[in-house]
């Protein structure tokens, strides 16, 4: 019986204090960038002779998805070279499959198309074998067109003004294929009120593709026959020894001409042909 007055007392305080009341909910919503999948799409192109023989795209597992075929048209027709975006948007249509496609305007070429199309080099020398190489390229399309680099910078400077964590990925195209949302409830008092809070956070999946250009100029062999003539200037000079130095360094220039490169024949660019390239010079038959 000595706690009554004490109980008493806290539940006339209880009475006494004022109730908190409602306030408007408050809403938040976050949007993040989830890849769930990269592929790659390979943009081939044969020279012969300096004119253009076989332009194909090929890719064996880039998603047949209306976003990621429409995002990758986007990026293509950006190029200075359209020839490729035609060849897409020619035959989009006709993509069925979940994953990957052959496409070139030769039927026959696309029907024989598998992963060693990833480098021209091997579609060159397949189909020419009795060409020489004369320079090639195999590398990401951002690097090598402004177009493209434009159109996927313009791109990604969307995605940075539209979601708030975007995912950490360059010279690609980022294509959002699905989307799925997550809430979180809790509530704070404040001034009195009792505030209610949703935390939504937006997850976009995506897949992220890369474009690779792969080029082959092929010639007749007559046209450059030289040995150490890799810059195709007609003579052998410190410059070809420069060039190779590059070539084996990783620093290639496009115009390389490889078949002139191997002096020795061994079927490799190494020192050995540079001391090779050096001898031809030291020794005066550096001219055809």
């Known amino acids: 019986m000595k706690r009554l007055p004490t109980l008493f007392a806290f539940a006339t305080l209880l009475c006494l204090m004022p109730l908190p009341i409602w306030a408007e909910t408050v809403t938040t919503s976050t949007s993040t960038e989830n890849i769930t999948k990269s592929s790659t799409v390979y943009v081939g192109e044969v020279v012969v002779d300096g004119e253009s023989q076989i332009k194909y795209l090929y890719s064996s597992d880039v998603s047949i998805n209306n976003i990621v075929m429409q995002n990758l048209l986007v990026g293509l027709k950006g190029m200075a070279d359209t020839d490729f975006a035609a060849l897409l948007e020619g035959h989009r249509s006709g993509l069925t499959q979940a994953k990957g496609f052959a496409l070139c305007d030769d039927p026959e070429l696309a029907a024989a198309m598998d992963e060693n199309w990833s480098s021209a080099q091997y579609v060159g020398t397949l189909y020419f074998p009795d060409k020489s190489i004369i320079s090639e390229i195999n590398s990401n399309l951002y690097d090598i067109d402004a177009g493209f680099k434009a159109i996927i910078d313009s791109l990604t400077a969307y995605r940075i003004e539209t ?103 061994d079927g490799e660019i190494d020192v050995n042909d540079v001391m090779a390239t050096v001898g031809i010079i030291l020794d005066g038959d550096n001219t055809p």
């Open 163 to 265: 979601f708030n964590n975007i995912a950490d990925v360059e010279k690609c195209i980022v294509s959002h294929v699905d989307a799925h949302a997550s809430s979180s409830v809790y509530y704070t008092v404040e001034d009195g009120e009792i505030v209610k809070h949703i935390d939504t956070n937006i997850v976009y999946d995506a897949e992220a593709t890369t474009v690779i250009y792969t080029k082959i100029e092929l010639a007749s062999s007559s046209s450059s026959s030289v040995l150490g003539d890799v810059d195709g200037d007609g003579t052998v000079s410190v410059s070809d020894v420069a060039w190779i130095v590059n070539h084996i360094l990783g620093v290639s220039n496009d115009d390389f001409i490889i078949a002139n490169a191997d002096i020795n024949g």
